[in-house]
């Protein structure tokens, strides 16, 4: 059912008592400081008077600091910090213009000031939504990404909590609004609002935003329930009544001390039962529904039996989320019986402290002052990083039948969500760069980009974008597409739409052109990777191509890859070249299998021959230790297995350590050559890009030629592949003063 919000105490005038509000913020918790909360509530009051008599607007429109006041009320009583409620009585005036955030930072400090700042940035998003277009009309793309936006921007989940309270007292005050307004505010608490409060694990504030916009958006369906509810209201109570009655005193009888009471069903979540699965009002189990609160974990599973003994449990209607929580960290336990007079009664068991996090969620952690809120719960953690990461929620759009399950995260962590200069939002694979953007937005803006600035700062176009920036593609009516965007070691792209619509310019481009050109390149790439001479017609052939020229025209069009021309050109090196050349094939790793050799990696040895013990017959993942047999190699056996306990007691010198995994990747060492124009951190930055590449380095020697300036680094490092050797080659390559980086090998 929706709240009913408590009438806020007035003076004979009509004015906030100022007094009266505070006794009750501070009854909701009194840890809270009546004489700052005083101090900004007068702030804000006297700010909206000046403003009011600047512009002659005395009494017109919804007063911000009566507004501030219900956003605190709605944070006390989640058991919010003094920050926040300042912050809440603040919020709107600022936002309106009456407050200067500089005089806010001045007056209260700094954590209230960024809050009330974190605010209005979320406030900025839900702006740029033009309710006609994006939301009334659904445009799904645009919402779902400025969803994800919201979400992935928040750095303090206070902010989030803020923007949620500030949400629901706006759509309580759009009950005498117009139709437009109510709809449009209903449809954004809706599709955001309400499943950020889900998500957060707030169901004090998730189901009356939720109820409340389902008023709104189908006013029709509400009524009905609403009245079928009120109609058997007094019938249910009664029955409910009974029911805690019962229940109490059987838990007594066995020592368990347990609060029971009614659970209200709240229209929105009956509705959205009844059309998922297709039933009528009379045939939803939880209409009629007790909570069992608990002191200890074990007192629920005692008070589950209690209840299963007294009533026949209904199959398949049994949910253990205290063993098996959601993924927003709700416990419960929940059951349907056949209760008394042969009705059916839904039964949520849980402790004073899981029900405490159901209905406040995050908020709850508040409660813990003076001590490390994230270590209060290790459900926290996952709560906060969801507001941190990027969330897909397609799955609630456009269909209220599929929120109406169990919370359902698609967590994507691999996406960013940038904004353009006009402020829509696009999402991206994770590492994407700016070159991926404007093919993204359009495929000329691709073709004609020659640079980018990020938040007005030029970057390269192997930038790695981030969530949250501003991104602007500089362009040139005479560009066109480099071929060097098609190479992978350099990190120009990493989308396959780019590169789809680059390889299909250059496709159009004369065919002459893209003969030199991939000549050229292959060329270049087989110098740098100190490779011999290769017949290009043997090569070509091998490549599927009748001519040399066809296989150049391949490469400079895009349509063949140059990292697969240097594998191709790499196995025909004759077998009299040197064995580390060879062993340089980068090989596709098979699977592993169990029981198969090469599954058990034994510590400190080689791969010796391995049996799977028959006596406990050990899978992959189980604890595993082995024992050196006589001529059947290591036995390998659990841990607990009876009989390698035995053996460590009589033979533990044969006992060894072992574990499951696949054959380490092997490596190869090669020498390359670094020359450079000498500077100051040549060797750091070259060091760093080893360090990401994840590079082990055997040897390095530096000289230094101080006549022409420049600097000769000699290194030989360790490679499982010429795919990693050239994409470490591009990376040095990169750098500023290089002057060339290639594979070297002494004749």
Same mark, same amino acid.
């Given at each position: 059912m929706v709240q009913v919000r408590a009438v806020q105490p007035v003076n004979t005038d009509g004015s906030i008592n100022l007094e009266g509000w505070l006794d009750h913020v501070l009854g909701m918790d009194p840890a809270l400081n009546r004489d700052a909360l005083r101090d900004a509530c007068e702030f804000a009051r006297d700010a909206e008077q000046q403003a009011n008599a600047a512009k002659n607007l005395w009494g017109e429109g919804t007063s911000s600091y009566r507004t501030g006041l219900e956003i605190a009320e709605i944070l006390a009583d989640l058991k919010l910090d003094q920050d926040s409620l300042v912050a809440a009585v603040l919020y709107r005036g600022v936002r309106e213009d009456k407050i200067a955030l500089a005089e806010v930072h001045q007056r209260f400090g700094p954590v209230v000031a960024k809050l009330i700042e974190g605010v209005l940035r979320m406030a900025a998003i839900s702006d740029s939504l033009n309710p006609r277009d994006s939301l009334v009309l659904g445009s799904q793309a645009q919402v779902e990404n400025l969803r994800k936006m919201l979400v992935a921007m928040v750095d303090d989940v206070r902010v989030a909590l803020l923007k949620l309270a500030e949400r629901t007292c706006a759509i309580r005050a759009v009950k005498n609004a117009g139709d437009e307004k109510r709809h449009r505010v209903a449809r954004e608490v809706f599709d955001i609002y309400a499943p950020l409060a889900h998500r957060l694990g707030i169901g004090h504030i998730k189901w009356e935003l939720e109820d409340l916009s389902f008023r709104y958006l189908e006013p029709m369906q509400y009524k009905q329930i609403a009245q079928l509810l009120h109609e058997r209201r007094l019938d249910r109570e009664q029955y409910i009544a009974n029911v805690v009655q019962q229940l109490k005193d059987e838990l007594a009888a066995t020592g368990v001390q347990a609060d029971i009471d009614g659970r209200a069903k709240h229209i929105y979540s009956i509705w959205r039962k009844m059309q998922r699965k297709?039933?009528?009002?009379?045939?939803?189990?939880?209409?009629? $529904?007790?909570?069992?609160?608990? !002191? +200890?974990?074990?007192?629920?599973?005692? &008070?589950?039996?209690?209840?299963?003994?007294?009533?026949?449990?209904?199959?398949? +209607?049994?949910d253990d989320y205290i063993a098996n929580p959601k993924e927003n960290g709700y416990r419960s336990l929940h059951t349907a019986v056949i209760g008394p007079e042969g009705k059916v009664l839904e039964v949520q068991i849980r402790t004073h402290a899981m029900h405490e996090e159901a209905e406040l969620g995050v908020c709850a952690h508040w409660r813990y002052k003076g001590t490390d809120v994230k270590a209060t719960s290790s459900h926290y953690e996952e709560k906060i990083s969801w507001l941190r990461q990027v969330l897909e929620w397609h799955e609630e759009l456009g269909d209220i039948g599929g929120l109406a399950d169990q919370l359902r995260v698609d967590i994507e962590p691999d996406r960013v969500y940038v904004f353009t200069p006009d402020g829509h939002a696009i999402d991206l694979p994770k590492g994407s760069t700016p070159l991926d953007f404007a093919y993204r937005v359009h495929t000329e803006i691709g073709h004609n980009c020659r640079g980018a600035k990020i938040n007005g700062r030029i970057v390269p176009l192997s930038y790695s974008l981030q969530t949250g920036e501003q991104v602007e593609i500089i362009t040139s009516k005479q560009g066109s597409p480099s071929r060097d965007w098609l190479n992978p070691n350099l990190g120009y792209i990493t989308t396959s739409r780019a590169r789809a619509k680059i390889v299909h310019w250059f496709k159009l481009q004369a065919r002459d052109q893209n003969v030199a050109a991939g000549k050229a390149l292959l060329e270049r790439e087989?110098?740098?990777?100190?490779?011999? !001479?290769?017949?290009?017609?043997?090569?070509a052939e091998k490549a599927n191509h009748k001519l040399a020229e066809d296989m150049f025209a391949a490469l400079g069009a #895009?349509?063949?890859?140059? $990292?697969?021309?240097?594998?191709? $050109?790499?196995?025909?090196?004759?077998? +009299?070249?040197?064995?580390? =050349?060879? +062993?340089?094939? /980068?090989?596709?790793?098979? !699977?592993?299998? /169990?029981?198969?050799?090469?599954? *058990?990696? *034994? =510590?400190?040895?080689?791969?010796?021959?391995?049996?799977? &013990? #028959?006596?406990?017959?050990?899978? /992959? #993942?189980? !604890?595993?230790?082995?024992? *050196?047999?006589?001529g059947r190699g290591v036995s390998i056996h659990r841990q607990d297995c009876a009989s390698v306990l035995q053996l460590t007691s009589r033979e533990p010198e044969r006992i060894i350590q072992v574990n499951w995994g696949p054959i380490p990747e092997k490596t190869y060492p090669v020498d390359i050559i670094i020359k450079a124009y000498d500077r100051s951190g040549l060797l750091r930055d070259v060091s760093q890009v080893l360090v990401n590449e994840r590079i082990n380095v055997l040897s390095v020697n530096t000289r230094s030629n101080k006549e022409d300036s420049t600097a000769k680094m000699s290194l030989t490092i360790e490679i499982p592949g010429l795919d990693a050797l050239g994409r470490l080659l591009s990376r040095i390559s990169q750098l500023p003063n290089i002057i060339e980086a290639?594979?070297?090998? &002494?004749?």
């Open positions: 297709g039933l009528q009002f009379s045939q939803i189990y939880d209409v009629r $529904a007790v909570r069992v609160l608990v !002191p +200890e974990m074990r007192d629920c599973y005692t &008070a589950l039996g209690i209840v299963h003994t007294l009533w026949r449990h209904i199959p398949k +209607e049994f087989l110098g740098r990777l100190d490779l011999p !001479p290769v017949d290009y017609d043997r090569l #895009g349509d063949l890859r140059l $990292a697969h021309l240097v594998h191709l $050109a790499q196995q025909l090196v004759e077998p +009299e070249r040197d064995h580390d =050349q060879l +062993e340089l094939i /980068p090989r596709k790793s098979s !699977p592993s299998r /169990p029981g198969k050799r090469g599954d *058990i990696q *034994i =510590q400190g040895v080689g791969n010796l021959l391995t049996t799977m &013990a #028959g006596c406990c017959q050990p899978l /992959p #993942g189980d !604890p595993i230790v082995g024992y *050196i047999t006589q290639r594979r070297h090998r &002494a004749s």
